[in-house]
Every structure is written in C-alpha cells, then in structure tokens.
C-alpha cells in the first residue's frame, strides 16, 4: 500500500461520489454508510449520499445484517473498491442525511480551516 504523505490516523470522511472523484486512489479513507448486503468477503455499502460502494472485506470472520449503519476505514484501490481495516458499528438512528451536510461543509474549501 502507498499511503505516503498521509499523516498516520488522519483519514479523509467521504462519501461515495467523493471517493469515485478519483482523488483518494491510494489513501486510507473513512465510509459512513448502511450495509445493503454483505456475503462474508464484500460489502454493498449505501454511503451518505445514497449511492452504493462495494468494500472488500477478505474472510471478515463477523457478520454484517443489511441495515446495520457503519463507518468502514480502508484503501482505496485502483478500481475505486475499498479494502477493509476497521469497522464500527454505529446506532440505528444515524443521520446519513445530516452526515452528508457535514461532509459538504468538510471538504468545502471556504471552511478547510476548521477541518485540519
């Protein structure tokens, strides 16, 4: 993995149009989203702004029901996929919606001050 020039710890939050920009290719990132489906290796992952991602989990070892809201740190491959680190599970009641806004705010370049 080529994570040069990523600080150790400090991962971008994204949502699935962020991360198929291309420009994340290579870093470790940070998915909030609802599990579509999860066969024990891949992960259909609905992200904040309703648009699906797929997240290699290799032989995860856990179980994932569809509906269970996570954040999912990973790699971003070459094929915009994911490979998965680190899975939190997050309460039923999160707001992808609110969560969304905030990643709009986050990676607005008029407020980067606020997010370094």
Known sequence: ?????QEDGSYPRLNASMLHSRQFVGKIV???GCVESFD??????????N?????????AGFNLPPGTFVELV?????????????????????DLDIYNKMLSVQHNPKFAQFFQ
């Open 30 to 32: 940070s998915l909030v």
């Open 1 to 5: 993995f080529s994570t040069m020039a």
């Open 74 to 94: 990973g790699f971003v491959n070459e094929d915009n996929t994911v490979t998965l680190f680190v899975t939190r599970e997050l309460t039923n009641d999160f």
């Open 51 to 59: 648009a699906t991602i797929s997240v290699h989990s290799g032989d």
């Open 40 to 49: 024990g290796t891949n992960i259909q992952l609905k992200c904040a702004d």
